[in-house]
């Protein structure tokens, strides 16, 4: 299948990685191995809150662990998930603000997706996102950052269409706010290897060079190593 990626034009040298990074998670899916930290699913999803100065304490508390776990998942997902787990009941009764017990699902999901779990990490993202929806509205960038990983989840269910289709919305809500950035740079990949996991090859081929031109504009390579 490369090569047939590879037929359609030259490729420069960052498009080279990114169509051999894609075709490696693409062939490990297929025989139901899916690496649990894959750099090319969501290599810009970081919690939401940025500062805790409008916290009470217990809200303080579950951005720290928030912000531990995400940092925790990219070595150690099984104690990132333990983390948040034995936390569970500051998020259940605690004085907790909507934003923030959407985070901390937003989280829980993207580790449980990250463990291979794909139907538990669906359910949860998907209560993160109608609770994003509830505090932003429809359209704010939040909620592109659980739409591409509840399109991550649906690609290990193997659910190509849905997974697309919430790849798709993600990509809305990032153009419509006018972001070129990374979070755009995952849309477009993880709808390249879509396409290419349907044989619309391509696609596949269309929207990895929109993938390429998103850090050649951004100049943000550090995450392709291999």
């Given at each position: 299948?490369?090569?047939?990626?590879?037929?359609?034009?030259?490729?420069?040298?960052?498009?080279?990685?990114?169509?051999?990074?894609?075709?490696?998670?693409?062939?490990?899916?297929?025989?139901?191995?899916?690496?649990?930290?894959?750099?090319?699913?969501?290599t810009s999803d970081t919690s939401g809150v940025q500062s805790i100065d409008n916290f009470n304490e217990?809200?303080?508390?579950?951005?720290?662990?928030?912000?531990?776990?995400?940092?925790?998942?990219?070595?150690?997902?099984?104690?990132?998930?333990?983390?948040?787990?034995?936390?569970?009941?500051?998020?259940?009764?605690?004085?907790?603000?909507?934003?923030?017990?959407?985070?901390?699902?937003?989280?829980?999901?993207?580790?449980l997706v990250n463990s291979r779990r794909y139907r538990d990490g669906l359910d949860t993202l998907v209560?993160?996102?109608?609770?994003?929806?509830?505090?932003?509205?429809?359209?704010?960038?939040?909620?592109?950052?659980?739409?591409?990983?509840?399109?991550?989840?649906?690609?290990?269910?193997?659910?190509?269409?849905?997974?697309?289709?919430?790849?798709?919305?993600?990509?809305?809500?990032?153009?419509?706010?006018?972001?070129?950035?990374?979070?755009?740079?995952?849309?477009?990949?993880?709808?390249?290897?879509?396409?290419?996991?349907?044989?619309?090859?391509?696609?596949?081929?269309?929207?990895?060079?929109?993938?390429?031109?998103?850090?050649?504009?951004?100049?943000?390579?550090?995450?392709l190593a291999l």
């Amino acid at each position: 299948m490369l090569s047939i990626l590879f037929g359609y034009i030259r490729v420069n040298n960052l498009l080279h990685v990114i169509l051999i990074a894609a075709f490696s998670i693409i062939c490990s899916v297929n025989v139901g191995v899916y690496a649990q930290n894959s750099i090319f699913t969501s290599t810009s999803d970081t919690s939401g809150v940025q500062s805790i100065d409008n916290f009470n304490e217990d809200e303080k508390n579950l951005i720290r662990i928030i912000k531990k776990s995400d940092s925790l998942a990219e070595k150690d997902n099984n104690h990132a998930y333990s983390l948040l787990l034995d936390n569970k009941p500051l998020f259940n009764g605690g004085n907790i603000k909507d934003e923030l017990r959407a985070d901390y699902l937003h989280t829980y999901g993207k580790i449980l997706v990250n463990s291979r779990r794909y139907r538990d990490g669906l359910d949860t993202l998907v209560l993160a996102l109608e609770l994003k929806k509830k505090v932003y509205g429809l359209n704010d960038t939040e909620l592109a950052r659980t739409y591409n990983y509840i399109g991550i989840a649906k690609f290990g269910l193997r659910d190509y269409e849905e997974a697309l289709n919430s790849y798709l919305k993600s990509v809305e809500i990032l153009t419509s706010n006018s972001l070129y950035g990374i979070e755009l740079f995952d849309a477009y990949l993880n709808i390249g290897i879509v396409k290419a996991s349907l044989g619309n090859y391509e696609m596949a081929f269309t929207y990895f060079e929109k993938a390429s031109s998103i850090i050649e504009q951004t100049g943000e390579t550090d995450f392709l190593a291999l």
